[in-house]
Protein backbone atom coordinates (compact mmCIF):
# COMPACT_ATOMS: atom_id res chain seq x y z
CA UNK A 1 0.00 0.00 0.00
CA UNK A 2 1.30 3.54 -0.88
CA UNK A 3 -0.49 6.48 1.30
CA UNK A 4 0.12 10.19 -0.23
CA UNK A 5 2.69 8.96 -2.68
CA UNK A 6 4.38 11.60 -4.76
CA UNK A 7 4.92 10.81 -8.82
CA UNK A 8 8.27 9.19 -9.04
CA UNK A 9 8.98 12.09 -11.62
CA UNK A 10 8.94 15.32 -9.75
CA UNK A 11 6.99 17.99 -11.61
CA UNK A 12 8.11 20.58 -13.44
CA UNK A 13 7.31 22.83 -10.85
CA UNK A 14 9.34 21.61 -8.26
CA UNK A 15 11.93 24.51 -8.78
CA UNK A 16 14.63 25.00 -6.26
CA UNK A 17 13.09 28.00 -5.47
CA UNK A 18 10.11 26.15 -4.66
CA UNK A 19 12.11 23.30 -2.72
CA UNK A 20 13.35 26.73 -0.27
CA UNK A 21 9.99 27.69 0.09
CA UNK A 22 8.53 24.25 1.18
CA UNK A 23 11.16 23.79 3.39
CA UNK A 24 10.06 26.57 5.54
CA UNK A 25 6.65 25.09 6.29
CA UNK A 26 7.49 23.35 9.52
CA UNK A 27 9.63 25.91 11.06
CA UNK A 28 6.95 27.25 13.80
CA UNK A 29 3.76 26.17 15.07
CA UNK A 30 2.26 28.70 12.83
CA UNK A 31 3.46 27.98 9.69
CA UNK A 32 2.65 23.95 10.24
CA UNK A 33 -1.11 25.18 11.31
CA UNK A 34 -1.17 27.18 7.92
CA UNK A 35 -0.15 24.27 6.65
CA UNK A 36 -2.15 21.69 8.05
CA UNK A 37 -5.24 24.06 7.78
CA UNK A 38 -4.72 25.26 4.15
CA UNK A 39 -2.67 22.52 2.52
CA UNK A 40 -2.68 19.31 4.13
CA UNK A 41 -6.47 18.63 5.38
CA UNK A 42 -9.82 18.75 4.03
CA UNK A 43 -11.52 19.19 7.47
CA UNK A 44 -10.61 20.08 10.79
CA UNK A 45 -8.07 17.02 12.97
CA UNK A 46 -9.62 16.02 16.07
CA UNK A 47 -7.40 18.40 18.47
CA UNK A 48 -4.79 15.50 19.87
CA UNK A 49 -4.18 14.65 16.37
CA UNK A 50 -3.42 17.80 15.37
CA UNK A 51 -1.80 18.73 18.44
CA UNK A 52 0.27 15.67 17.79
CA UNK A 53 0.53 16.49 14.35
CA UNK A 54 2.04 20.39 15.33
CA UNK A 55 4.47 18.86 18.03
CA UNK A 56 5.54 16.14 15.58
CA UNK A 57 6.11 18.76 12.12
CA UNK A 58 8.64 20.63 14.92
CA UNK A 59 10.86 18.03 15.74
CA UNK A 60 14.02 17.44 14.16
CA UNK A 61 15.27 20.03 12.13
CA UNK A 62 17.41 18.45 9.55
CA UNK A 63 14.53 15.29 9.00
CA UNK A 64 11.61 17.98 8.50
CA UNK A 65 13.43 19.64 6.07
CA UNK A 66 14.99 16.60 4.02
CA UNK A 67 11.54 15.85 2.13
CA UNK A 68 11.60 19.60 0.61
CA UNK A 69 14.54 20.45 -0.27
CA UNK A 70 16.16 16.81 -1.26
CA UNK A 71 13.74 13.81 -1.44
CA UNK A 72 10.81 15.87 -3.43
CA UNK A 73 13.12 16.19 -6.12
CA UNK A 74 14.43 12.70 -6.65
CA UNK A 75 13.37 11.44 -9.68
CA UNK A 76 13.19 7.38 -8.56
CA UNK A 77 10.96 6.28 -11.83
CA UNK A 78 13.17 3.44 -12.31
CA UNK A 79 12.88 2.27 -8.96
CA UNK A 80 9.02 2.48 -9.08
CA UNK A 81 8.62 0.24 -12.73
CA UNK A 82 10.41 -2.42 -10.75
CA UNK A 83 7.85 -3.07 -8.43
CA UNK A 84 6.48 -6.37 -9.24
CA UNK A 85 3.76 -6.94 -6.41
CA UNK A 86 0.64 -6.11 -6.16
CA UNK A 87 -0.05 -2.66 -4.67
CA UNK A 88 -2.94 -0.38 -3.93
CA UNK A 89 -2.99 3.42 -3.36
CA UNK A 90 -5.75 5.21 -1.39
CA UNK A 91 -5.95 8.63 -2.71
CA UNK A 92 -8.09 11.35 -1.19
CA UNK A 93 -10.49 13.18 -2.91
CA UNK A 94 -9.39 16.51 -1.68
CA UNK A 95 -5.97 15.79 -1.58
CA UNK A 96 -4.05 19.13 -2.62
CA UNK A 97 -0.73 18.41 -2.67
CA UNK A 98 -1.16 14.84 -4.87
CA UNK A 99 -4.61 14.71 -5.93
CA UNK A 100 -6.08 11.66 -7.15
CA UNK A 101 -5.93 12.56 -11.37
CA UNK A 102 -2.31 13.35 -11.13
CA UNK A 103 -1.67 10.07 -9.43
CA UNK A 104 -3.81 8.28 -11.65
CA UNK A 105 -1.70 9.91 -14.41
CA UNK A 106 1.64 10.26 -13.30
CA UNK A 107 2.11 6.94 -10.86
CA UNK A 108 -0.43 4.22 -12.11
CA UNK A 109 1.30 3.70 -15.42
CA UNK A 110 4.70 2.77 -13.73
CA UNK A 111 3.80 -0.28 -11.16
CA UNK A 112 2.26 -2.75 -13.43
CA UNK A 113 0.02 -4.10 -11.09
CA UNK A 114 -1.60 -0.63 -8.89
CA UNK A 115 -4.61 0.13 -8.83
CA UNK A 116 -6.52 3.21 -6.81
CA UNK A 117 -9.23 3.81 -4.88
CA UNK A 118 -10.16 7.58 -3.91
CA UNK A 119 -11.36 8.19 -0.34
CA UNK A 120 -14.21 10.86 -0.31
CA UNK A 121 -14.06 14.01 1.51
CA UNK A 122 -9.85 13.61 3.21
CA UNK A 123 -7.17 15.38 2.18
CA UNK A 124 -3.34 14.66 2.21
CA UNK A 125 -3.19 13.72 5.70
CA UNK A 126 -5.35 10.31 4.62
CA UNK A 127 -4.56 8.07 7.71
CA UNK A 128 -5.14 11.12 10.16
CA UNK A 129 -8.36 12.40 8.43
CA UNK A 130 -9.96 9.12 7.43
CA UNK A 131 -8.01 6.32 9.08
CA UNK A 132 -11.15 3.98 9.09
CA UNK A 133 -11.48 4.36 5.15
CA UNK A 134 -7.73 3.50 4.52
CA UNK A 135 -8.46 0.21 6.49
CA UNK A 136 -11.32 -0.50 4.31
CA UNK A 137 -9.05 -0.52 1.38
CA UNK A 138 -6.59 -1.92 2.72
CA UNK A 139 -8.92 -4.92 3.73
CA UNK A 140 -10.29 -5.05 0.61
CA UNK A 141 -7.39 -4.97 -1.10
CA UNK A 142 -6.18 -8.06 1.12
CA UNK A 143 -9.30 -9.78 0.47
CA UNK A 144 -8.72 -9.30 -3.72
CA UNK A 145 -5.31 -10.67 -3.09
CA UNK A 146 -6.45 -13.61 -1.70
CA UNK A 147 -8.96 -15.00 -4.34
Known sequence: MLVAPAP???PAGVTEEYRRGLSHAYDSPETVQHALDDVLTAAPLPEAVRTAAV????TGAETRR???????AQDITCAVRD???????PAAENDAVEPPDVLR???LPHIQHAT???VPAAGHLLPAEAAGAVATVLADFLAHLQR
Open 116 to 118: LTT
Open 83 to 89: IEVPVTV
Open 105 to 107: EYL
Open 55 to 58: RDCL
Open 66 to 72: EWPLRGI
Open 8 to 10: PQP
